[in-house]
Nanobody, 129 residues
């Protein structure tokens, strides 16, 4: 049974940094793309980034230069390093996994939360002074 679990959330001041981790188990890690999403109160879930099995990476515009995603194939982990955090970054952060079909379908489907079959429970990120 597939299981994803996020960790590393917390409270930081504006300008601070956090590193989120996503532990993936119960599925073939090398066959699944992993995405990071976030959802703030009253807002829709939005894509932050995704990383494919070939290590192709996408970042949403507002995260470029501040967020870095990486994938540890040995330990079935995906990381999201976040720096220069702003109050607007406060949200629940989720990792999610889905079969990597980018070789035939391209990457656009990975931008949609509905494309992901497996989700973690989320980790809270708070940014305030």
């Amino acid at each position: 049974q597939a299981h994803l679990m996020e960790s590393g959330g917390g409270s930081v001041q504006p300008g601070g940094s956090l590193r989120l981790s996503c532990a993936v188990s119960g599925l073939t890690f090398d066959a699944h793309a992993v995405g990071w999403f976030r959802q703030a109160p009253g807002k829709e879930r939005e894509v932050i980034s995704y990383i494919t099995t070939a290590d192709s990476i996408y970042y949403a515009n507002s995260m470029k230069g501040r967020f870095t995603v990486s994938r540890d194939k040995t330990n079935n982990m995906v990381y999201l390093q976040m720096k220069a955090l702003e109050p607007e970054d406060a949200a629940i952060y989720y990792c999610a996994a889905t079969r990597d079909l980018t070789g035939v379908a391209g990457g656009s489907y990975l931008l949609r939360p509905t494309s992901y079959r497996y989700w973690g429970q989320g980790t809270q990120v708070t940014v305030s002074s």
